[in-house]
């Protein structure tokens, strides 16, 4: 990918940096999930094993982030959703304005 983060102020990031650097994070995560996936017989390259896929990420994660406490790993996993949610209601509110 070609976006420099380099440049993103570590003091104080702005919004705009921020979401370049999460931009820059997702975008090699799924470029290393297609490779992967790619790697698979075909009969595995399915929807099913990409969600498989990223729950076991997520989970690893979440109970790395946790330390394996459980209360925590709920918190987690709530705030991941909350996030996600969000941002496929700002990807359909962005899609309608484009219509």
């Known amino acids: 990918m070609n976006t420099s983060i380099e440049e993103t102020s570590i003091d104080k ?14 975008q090699n995560l799924y470029s290393s999930l297609v490779e992967s996936m790619e790697k698979l017989p075909p009969h595995f390259r399915n929807q099913k094993m990409i969600c498989n896929a990223l729950s076991a990420f997520l ?41």
């Open 13 to 26: 990031p702005t919004v705009e940096d921020y979401s370049r650097i999460m931009n820059f994070i997702g």
């Open 59 to 99: 989970v690893n994660v979440i109970y790395q982030q946790s330390s394996g406490n459980s209360e925590s790993c709920q918190k987690i996993f709530g705030e991941i959703t909350e996030i996600i949610e969000s941002q496929l209601n700002n990807i359909a509110l962005a899609t309608k304005a484009h219509s």
